[in-house]
């Protein structure tokens, strides 16, 4: 019976949190999707939108939920930034990898300005919903984790609907699915490139804040986020939407439930197992296509 409801309370504490990553990652793939690269910046982006929130929160006494209204706009304004001024020049010819090099030196641009502000040390956000709990049956979660998991779906709701329900969402799908084939019928993909860069980092001010809320970070710590956010991608399906949400579920659950039930030292090690199997049986991923998307 003990250990019943040690795996259910892993399974619960896994799709609190796999949305949280799902969000993340779903700004990571839909880069990847609309601009053919990999913005290997997302998890730094994420701590930068955790030390946004810190900074709201410590210096303008604004809570964290409220302050997403100031966060998430200077976090879409960096990525339009970050497009318009770096990623456009980049020519379609070695477009991945120099997108790599690029998006990482932004990395360590950013990481060093946090690193020269804040230091090294630790730093978390507080709130009482950070340090209070729900008691369900006898279990305690987190109000943290259920305000997460309610602000990151309603998140993925929006960025579908954006995907399938408006113009916008009509081009950037149609440069995903072929970009010069979208170019011909009219449609401005540089433009539609430099939105969709643009709300895939401005989702980070999301996912910064809760993440800060959930554990503590520093600036080192994007490099942990980002081979997460990659592997659950690529778990998913690079491009998928979806399948960020799928990947993230599977690997936060798989890593919760052997962490309560088992060991934390051995979750890693069995999520990054199934990965490997899934990838062996299907090389594109969960809900990966097999077509190559022409430039």
């Not at 993909?189 to 969709?196: E, H, M, Y």
Request: net charge neutral; no cysteine; aromatic share 10%.
């Amino acid at each position: 019976m003990r250990t019943l409801n040690l795996l259910v309370i892993g399974v619960i504490d896994g799709i609190l949190t796999g949305a949280v990553y799902a969000l993340m990652a779903a700004g990571l793939t839909l880069i990847f999707g609309v601009l053919d690269m990999i913005n290997i910046a997302q998890g730094i982006f994420v701590i930068l939108g955790s030390y946004l929130s810190l900074i709201l929160e410590q210096h303008a006494g604004i809570g964290l939920f409220p302050g997403l209204i100031i966060t998430i706009p200077v976090m879409f304004a960096l990525g339009i930034f970050v497009e318009w001024a770096f990623i456009r020049r980049i020519g379609a010819e070695n477009r991945v990898t120099m997108s790599i090099l690029i998006t990482y030196a932004v990395m360590i641009v950013v990481e060093g300005v946090l690193l020269l502000t804040y230091g090294s040390n630790y730093q978390s956000l507080s709130a009482s919903y950070v340090t209070n709990s729900f008691d369900v049956a006898g279990h305690y979660i987190p109000e943290i984790y259920v305000y997460g998991f309610i602000l990151s779906v309603a998140a993925v709701v929006v960025l579908y609907a954006i995907l399938y329900r408006t113009r916008l969402g009509t081009s950037l799908r149609a440069s995903m699915d072929n970009a010069m084939a979208a170019s011909l019928v009219g449609v401005n993909v540089k433009r539609v490139s430099t939105l969709a860069f643009g709300i895939g980092v401005a989702v980070t001010a999301i996912g910064g804040m809760l993440f800060g809320a959930i554990q503590p970070f520093t600036p080192n710590t994007g490099y942990d986020l980002i081979s997460r956010l990659l592997s659950i991608v690529v778990l998913g399906g690079l491009g998928s939407v979806g399948g960020a949400l799928g990947g993230a579920m599977v690997m936060l659950i798989i890593e919760d439930v052997v962490s309560t039930v088992w060991s934390p030292t051995w979750a890693p090690l069995l999520y990054f197992a199934v990965l490997i199997v899934v990838l062996l049986i299907k090389p594109t991923g969960i809900f990966g296509r097999q077509a190559v998307r022409s430039q």
